[in-house]
């Protein structure tokens, strides 16, 4: 079936430090990819996304490449904020499936001044 | 535009109340879903909806029902609460099941006594 597996946090870094939050995912076809934030108290918001292999995806200084051949969608950000603590979800769309997302089961991330 | 709504942000129920959370949104979407948020779950699909006077189950549909009467409302009712529905629930809506972004609301809060 289909599934993303994303790592485990709490992820702590110092301001200015480089992100990397791994995801994999295991699906049929060729699904679209997401990463989705929820900053504390709020839904969650999209922050990018892939539809195709080698697409990148970018925003706000984050970027995830679609990796068909390692089946992975990592996140990354060269300098993070204060202001980027959240909760990070990757998560799958499939082509025909109702726009159903898969999500995995999200990585916190605390950015320490 | 309000974007999606959600109807109440907080709620307390006794083990047997029954209550119905209420989603609106104003971007004239056809997609609408609810989800549940657990600690160390992501978020899961309740149930969903692919258009006015159409309701389909997701990955944990069991003692929730929905109803979608009208475009812009997608409600979810408890008809006998248990603890194991203490959870945050989130609706989302999408303009169409191909791979877009879903738009999502605040969430509620439900605690089950």
């Known amino acids: 079936g289909n599934s993303v597996t994303q790592m485990e946090g709490p992820v702590t870094l110092s301001e200015e430090a480089f992100l990397t939050i791994n995801c994999t995912y295991t699906?049929?076809?060729?699904?679209?990819l997401f990463w989705y934030v929820q900053y504390p108290g709020e839904g969650l918001q999209l922050l990018l996304k892939?539809?195709?292999?080698?697409d990148k995806g970018s925003n706000k200084g984050f970027e995830a490449t679609y990796r068909k051949e390692t089946t992975s969608f990592h996140l990354e950000k060269g300098s993070v904020q204060v202001s980027d603590s959240a909760v990070y979800f990757c998560?799958?769309?499939?082509?025909?499936?109702?726009?159903?997302?898969?999500f995995g089961k999200g990585t916190k991330l605390s950015v320490k001044p | 535009n309000a974007g999606v709504t959600q109807t109440p942000k907080f709620r307390v129920l006794k083990t047997g109340q029954s209550m119905t959370l209420l989603c609106a949104q104003d971007?004239?979407?056809?997609?609408m879903y609810w989800y549940r948020q657990d600690p160390g779950m992501g978020l899961r699909l309740i149930h969903y909806?692919?258009?006015?006077?159409?309701?389909a189950k997701g990955e944990v549909p069991d003692g929730y029902n929905v109803s979608r009467l009208k475009k812009q409302n997608f409600l979810l009712g408890l008809e006998s609460a248990a603890p194991s529905q203490t959870s945050v629930y989130f609706c989302?809506?999408?303009?169409?099941?191909?791979?877009?972004?879903?738009?999502f609301g605040p969430g509620t809060r439900l605690t089950v006594l």
């Open positions: 989302a809506s999408s303009p169409d099941r191909i791979m877009d972004e879903q738009f």
């Open positions: 699906a049929t076809g060729y699904p679209s």
């Open positions: 892939a539809t195709k292999a080698d």
């Open positions: 998560a799958l769309s499939r082509r025909g499936s109702q726009g159903n997302l898969i």
């Open positions: 971007m004239n979407h056809e997609y």
């Open positions: 909806s692919v258009g006015e006077g159409t309701t």
